[in-house]
């Protein structure tokens, strides 16, 4: 029924070669994602070839550096590359977001000797990521977190159960936040772990109403030994290290959850044309453009707000409240648009038949992962007020 192919983004971007890579991200989106989205979703099949030729196209290690086989580019690039494979399918998208943020800690506190030994491999040699901090018991509270790893030597034992880990069960690698001392924030330790280690063992995947094509599962550490050598940054240093990446992984949130905005807009802008009713486009009738107008807008909206604060972490400035923002902002909206776009397609919007459905669904868990927008507007308040009082 849609008669009118949607226009790609009008995106600034600052060199030529970020436009050519954008121009590639979009013919591989095109060519290799989106085609397949709606029936792999369904299936619940993860496209874990499609990450191999992602890497392959240098796709997966944007924003690290080109010594060990990143591509050098600004958060300000990386970001509308994300939202680019999100539009195709969130699956995709968010999954690179989380293998960037899995690289966070060894790129920015490893030594030099164990970036040499394992970066190259995880920004471009096929390998795929994950990031472990929530568990069963600690998910907004994340440093009350109880997986313990003790030391024996030159090893470590890691014995504990993390939760709600996408690409669980299938990653190569995991990054990984265990207690190492007291309780609280301060002892924590960060580990990069095999995904082959022995010991570890995941569960079966959740059952989501979204996203299905993305394994989110539990993860079980039965003994897990790894080297002194795997430690990331210093004892107790791991929740600073979670933050920091959880900052940037925010805004990688929040530009795959305009990618979703700006594919129900899309949709729902070429439905809306097509279709007619009383003799004419049911775009011509007010109350649906006044709708279209909005969705465009609060598109538009989320997209300024988290280049402005991508372009904060380019500079070197802080952007914390900033990527809390967006990302708030972001999923919101995200979760408004797709809905709005549902209500167009009226009774077509709540059939498998098209896809708005599946972006009300997947938009969903945008406002839950990597801290819930309660959890953002909390961050938001402490930049403005201080500290809650005790």
């Not at 690290?64 to 994300?82: A, I, R, T």
């Not at 939202?83 to 030099?112: F, I």
């Not at 801290?371 to 809650?388: C, D, F, S």
Request: charged share 25%; net charge negative; proline share 4%.
């Amino acid at each position: 029924m849609p008669d009118r192919a949607p226009q790609p983004v009008d995106r600034q971007l600052p060199t030529e070669e970020a436009r050519d890579l954008i121009s590639l991200v979009r013919e591989i989106a095109q060519r290799e994602i989106a085609p397949r989205a709606a029936e792999e979703e369904d299936a619940s099949r993860f496209p874990r070839e499609l990450f191999g030729l992602l890497s392959e196209s240098g796709l997966l290690g944007l924003p690290y550096g080109s010594e060990h086989g990143g591509g050098d580019q600004p958060y300000e690039v990386y970001l509308q590359v994300l939202e680019e494979l999100a539009t195709a399918r969130l699956t995709v998208g968010l999954g690179v977001s989380v293998h960037t943020l899995a690289c966070h800690a060894l790129a920015n506190y490893g030594t030099k000797e164990q970036q040499v030994e394992h970066l190259p491999a995880m920004l471009g040699g096929g390998l795929l990521g994950a990031y472990c901090l929530s568990e069963p018991a600690s998910g907004s509270d994340a440093a009350s977190l109880r997986t313990k790893a003790v030391r024996e030597g030159d090893e470590w034992v890691i014995t504990g159960t993390k939760a709600w880990i996408t690409h669980g069960g299938v990653a190569d690698f995991y990054t990984v936040m265990a207690r190492t001392g007291d309780e609280g924030s301060r002892g924590i330790t960060a580990f990069l772990v095999p995904g082959d280690a022995e010991g570890l063992s995941a569960a079966a995947p959740e059952k989501k109403m979204g996203m299905k094509g993305s394994p989110t599962a539990q993860l079980n550490f039965d003994g897990v030994r790894v080297g002194d050598a795997r430690r990331l940054g210093e004892e107790g240093q791991g929740f600073a290290i979670a933050l920091s990446a959880l900052d940037s992984g925010r805004l990688g949130i929040a530009a795959c959850a305009i990618g979703v905005a700006q594919a129900a807009l899309d949709e729902a802008v070429a439905y809306a044309t097509g279709r007619q009713q009383f003799g004419r486009p049911i775009s011509d009738f007010q109350g649906l453009r006044f709708m279209l107008a909005d969705m465009a807008t609060q598109t538009e909206a989320g997209r300024a707000l988290y280049l402005s604060a991508a372009r904060l972490r380019d500079a070197g400035r802080p952007f914390s409240k900033q990527a809390a923002m967006a990302k708030l902002l972001c999923t919101d909206a995200a979760m408004r648009v797709t809905t709005d776009a549902v209500q167009i397609l009226g009774g077509y919007g709540y059939t498998a038949d098209f896809p708005a459905e599946r972006y009300m669904r997947e938009a969903k868990v945008l406002q839950i992962v990597e801290g819930t927008n309660q959890i953002q507007r909390m961050v938001i308040a402490r930049h403005l007020a201080g500290p809650e009082s005790r």
